[in-house]
């Protein structure tokens, strides 16, 4: 078809009968690709950079590592939780590899949570990448997407690797609400994030619940969070029985503020980049003290 | 029945006859200078999970300048995922193996430039935040590759048939595997940011 458009005169047989047989088996090994992929583990053969393909190893780790956290009994008495709090691990790889070291040296933390923009460029494979090195950590290690993970096919790669994008658990007499809250990414069109989902999430925490903390990757006041969300978000926060703080990424940089009244303060986490990060000690319903680590 | 196969005879055969009698031609047709020489079928190396093409050769074809269309199914996507890529190929050597007919071209080093469309691609430069904040573009790649072919002159062919197959492989990486590798020296290993693409070419 194509060289009866190009030549008139020189027209090429395309495909005889032994081309055709080439072409036959390429396709064939073009078909067993996937498969042969799965069964080698063979990650070299990309289809593209965007694509949302994962080995079984880097899929649902959400649910993998809440499953690991539910099995590990809270080192610390009474109600007393502690975890390391770190946001922005995209592309810090040598930082990810110290960070998990150093974590693995401390006592009593139960997990580490990551507020977001695990890789820079929204690609599957950062998200591995990061993986690779935080799978080293002696404590399951949590998520929430940031903007950086929504770019490209990055959001299907997340829930590929990670899982949810809005999810919530409960330990150590504490419930965590993990949110998208990425709206710029969104075009800011009044859906993210899901303040229906936040409001039932926060609602009516068991007896045996002392507190609740939101993480969230965007902080409510910051100019890429949907402005029509602010305020039914905040307040979703402010009526939340017994809300502790709000987790937030983003920054780059450790800060406590409380732009919406003393009752909902943000904590935003150092990157990895600033090779820093915090371990959180909560206790009771408000109690809870900061400690920043180098490493 | 037989009169209808008698007719069917008679007027094949008349045909025959109406056949005006054609002069073959002493040489061979020009081949267009616009005509490909060679069209290629690929699999991965981040151009599709195929990828078909055309391309021309230079220099004894020892530089190959190929255009692919790749396709990604939304299976493996958001949405499905059409890849426009050009390349270019080096390969400086060609060694005649035992076989005379079997070929090796040991060595070849290149680049690429890909451009992916995609209905579901998020995309990170349309002015969702001002201008700069993502440096990279979501849909435009660019990157090396080195790699290797082994060919096939095939017997009898005739001038209208493909002469040559050759199968290559492409080890490569893109700009932004490479921005983060370069960023993480020693701690991000080569075979992290490696990408393998294999196909099929064949040559007239």
């Given at each position: 078809m194509l060289f009866s458009l190009l030549g008139r005169q020189w027209r090429p047989r395309l495909l005889d009968r032994s081309a055709w047989a080439v072409v036959a088996w390429v396709l064939t090994m073009a078909d067993l690709l996937p498969i042969t992929w799965?069964?080698?583990?063979?990650?070299?053969?990309?289809?593209?950079?965007?694509?949302?393909?994962?080995?079984?190893?880097?899929?649902?780790?959400?649910?993998?590592?809440?499953?690991?956290?539910?099995?590990?009994?809270?080192?610390?008495?009474?109600?007393?939780?502690?975890?390391?709090?770190?946001?922005?691990?995209?592309?810090?790889?040598?930082?990810?590899?110290?960070?998990?070291?150093?974590?693995?040296?401390?006592?009593?933390?139960?997990?580490?949570?990551?507020?977001?923009?695990?890789?820079?460029?929204?690609?599957?494979?950062?998200?591995?990448?990061?993986?690779?090195?935080?799978?080293?950590?002696?404590?399951?290690?949590?998520?929430?997407?940031?903007?950086?993970?929504?770019?490209?096919?990055?959001?299907?790669?997340?829930?590929?690797?990670?899982?949810?994008?809005?999810?919530?658990?409960?330990?150590?007499?504490?419930?965590?609400?993990?949110?998208?809250?990425?709206?710029?990414?969104?075009?800011?069109k009044g859906r993210v994030p899901d303040v229906a989902w936040v409001r039932q999430a926060l609602a009516n925490p068991g007896p045996g619940i002392s507190r609740q903390v939101v993480m969230s990757h965007v902080p409510p006041n910051d100019a890429d969070f949907d402005p029509h969300l602010v305020s039914p978000y905040v307040e979703a926060l402010q009526r939340a029985p017994r809300l502790a703080f709000g987790l937030n990424g983003h920054r780059h940089d450790f800060g406590v503020t409380a732009p919406f009244g003393p009752a909902l303060p943000f904590i935003n986490s150092y990157a990895f980049e600033k090779r820093r990060y915090l371990v959180l000690t909560l206790w009771g319903p408000q109690g809870f003290q900061i400690d920043s680590v180098s490493y | 029945m037989v009169g209808l196969l008698l007719l069917a005879g008679w007027i094949g055969s008349t045909n025959i006859e109406a056949a005006p009698s054609v002069a073959f031609p002493d040489t061979l047709p020009p081949r267009p200078w616009y005509a490909p020489r060679h069209v290629l079928l690929q699999a991965a190396g981040g151009q599709g999970l195929v990828a078909v093409g055309v391309g021309y050769t230079m220099?004894?074809?020892?530089?190959?300048?190929?255009?692919?269309?790749?396709?990604?199914?939304?299976?493996?996507?958001?949405?499905?995922?059409?890849?426009?890529?050009?390349?270019?190929?080096?390969?400086?050597?060609?060694?005649?193996?035992?076989?005379?007919?079997?070929?090796?071209?040991?060595?070849?080093?290149?680049?690429?430039?890909?451009?992916?469309?995609?209905?579901?691609?998020?995309?990170?430069?349309?002015?969702?935040?001002?201008?700069?904040?993502?440096?990279?573009?979501?849909?435009?790649?660019?990157?090396?590759?080195?790699?290797?072919?082994?060919?096939?002159?095939?017997?009898?062919?005739?001038?209208?048939?493909?002469?040559?197959?050759?199968f290559y492989y492409e080890l490569g990486s893109n700009d932004l595997y490479l921005t983060s590798w370069w960023a993480n020296r020693g701690e991000l290993t080569l075979r992290e940011i490696l990408t393998l693409g294999l196909g099929v070419k064949l040559h007239w």
């Amino acid at each position: 078809m194509l060289f009866s458009l190009l030549g008139r005169q020189w027209r090429p047989r395309l495909l005889d009968r032994s081309a055709w047989a080439v072409v036959a088996w390429v396709l064939t090994m073009a078909d067993l690709l996937p498969i042969t992929w799965l069964l080698s583990g063979c990650d070299l053969l990309e289809l593209s950079p965007n694509e949302t393909r994962t080995p079984v190893a880097y899929r649902d780790l959400t649910r993998k590592n809440l499953e690991a956290l539910q099995r590990r009994a809270n080192p610390l008495a009474g109600d007393t939780l502690r975890f390391v709090f770190i946001g922005d691990s995209q592309r810090f790889y040598k930082e990810a590899e110290a960070f998990t070291q150093s974590v693995n040296q401390l006592q009593g933390v139960s997990f580490v949570a990551v507020a977001g923009d695990i890789s820079d460029f929204g690609l599957v494979r950062e998200m591995r990448w990061v993986h690779e090195r935080l799978r080293r950590l002696k404590v399951p290690y949590l998520t929430v997407i940031g903007n950086h993970d929504v770019v490209a096919n990055g959001r299907e790669a997340y829930q590929q690797v990670y899982g949810p994008l809005n999810y919530s658990f409960e330990y150590g007499h504490t419930r965590f609400v993990f949110v998208d809250t990425n709206g710029r990414e969104y075009g800011f069109k009044g859906r993210v994030p899901d303040v229906a989902w936040v409001r039932q999430a926060l609602a009516n925490p068991g007896p045996g619940i002392s507190r609740q903390v939101v993480m969230s990757h965007v902080p409510p006041n910051d100019a890429d969070f949907d402005p029509h969300l602010v305020s039914p978000y905040v307040e979703a926060l402010q009526r939340a029985p017994r809300l502790a703080f709000g987790l937030n990424g983003h920054r780059h940089d450790f800060g406590v503020t409380a732009p919406f009244g003393p009752a909902l303060p943000f904590i935003n986490s150092y990157a990895f980049e600033k090779r820093r990060y915090l371990v959180l000690t909560l206790w009771g319903p408000q109690g809870f003290q900061i400690d920043s680590v180098s490493y | 029945m037989v009169g209808l196969l008698l007719l069917a005879g008679w007027i094949g055969s008349t045909n025959i006859e109406a056949a005006p009698s054609v002069a073959f031609p002493d040489t061979l047709p020009p081949r267009p200078w616009y005509a490909p020489r060679h069209v290629l079928l690929q699999a991965a190396g981040g151009q599709g999970l195929v990828a078909v093409g055309v391309g021309y050769t230079m220099a004894r074809r020892r530089l190959e300048l190929d255009a692919l269309l790749g396709y990604v199914p939304q299976k493996y996507s958001r949405t499905a995922m059409g890849i426009g890529t050009i390349k270019i190929t080096y390969s400086p050597w060609s060694i005649p193996l035992a076989h005379h007919r079997w070929g090796l071209r040991p060595f070849a080093v290149g680049a690429f430039g890909s451009y992916t469309a995609s209905k579901g691609l998020n995309s990170s430069r349309d002015g969702k935040y001002e201008k700069g904040y993502y440096w990279w573009s979501s849909h435009t790649r660019v990157g090396p590759f080195v790699g290797g072919q082994v060919q096939y002159e095939r017997p009898r062919s005739t001038h209208r048939d493909a002469r040559t197959i050759s199968f290559y492989y492409e080890l490569g990486s893109n700009d932004l595997y490479l921005t983060s590798w370069w960023a993480n020296r020693g701690e991000l290993t080569l075979r992290e940011i490696l990408t393998l693409g294999l196909g099929v070419k064949l040559h007239w």
